[in-house]
Each structure stands twice: as C-alpha cells, then as structure tokens.
C-alpha cells in the first residue's frame, strides 16, 4: 500500500525518479538527482543513506544488489511498485499544481499563461 503524503520533499521525489530507468548505486542515486534537477538537488552522502533508510523502511525502495568495488561495498536500490506509484503520484501533484498558476493572466502583462 502506498503511504499518502501530502507533499513530498524534492530531494525524495528526485532520489525516487533517479530510479526510475532501473536500479542505481548510491553515488549513480546522488549523481542523477542532481542532472534530474538540474543541479538544484545536491545530496550529501549521509542525507542520501538516511533518505534510503527511510524509502526502505516505507516500502518504497529495496535493495536490489550489491559487489564489491575496489574493496568497498556497493549496493544497489530499486523501486518497488508502492514507490514508482508513489513518484508518479507526486509528479501529478506537481504538474496540477503548475496548472494553477500557468493557467492565469500574467500580472506583467494581463495575458493568459501559455
């Protein structure tokens, strides 16, 4: 079942669009977020793996994987289907939410919004 959030932060809603092509590593996690957004999301490696946590523990994300990589462990996540339901439901919001301002008159000019 899907948490119902209200809003969900922009660094979750790039972590779990980041993982929407596939499963990722951590650092692959925090390097497409930040193309996603355009450089606006810039995750902190602690902050990704708390997020990570959390997403896990709400079913949203699993761990898919993991290797070995110059001795150190590299583990990968997936989304589950709660958090590809959970990603798109957001981008809706988002996308309606747009709507609400894009759809009126600009005040500079008194014309609709494209």
């Known amino acids: 079942m899907v948490k119902r959030t209200t809003v969900m932060s922009e660094p979750t809603y790039f972590v779990l669009a980041a993982l929407l092509d596939g499963p990722v ?4 996690i925090i390097k497409r977020a930040q193309a996603l957004s355009d450089g606006r999301v810039r ?3 602690g902050t990704l793996y708390g997020a990570l946590d959390r997403l896990a ?3 949203l994300i699993v ?4 290797e070995t990589v110059q001795g150190r462990p ?6 589950t289907e ?4 959970a990603v798109h439901r957001e981008a809706l919001r988002l996308e309606q939410a747009a709507r609400v301002v894009t759809g009126h008159t600009s005040p500079m000019t008194g014309e609709a919004g494209a």
Do not use: C, F, Q
Request: net charge positive; hydrophobic share 25%.
């Open 25 to 28: 590593h951590g650092y692959g």
């Open 43 to 45: 995750l902190a490696v």
């Open 57 to 59: 523990s709400g079913g």
């Open 63 to 66: 761990v898919d994987g993991e």
């Open 74 to 79: 590299r583990r990968y996540y997936r989304l």
């Open 82 to 85: 709660d958090g590809r339901l």
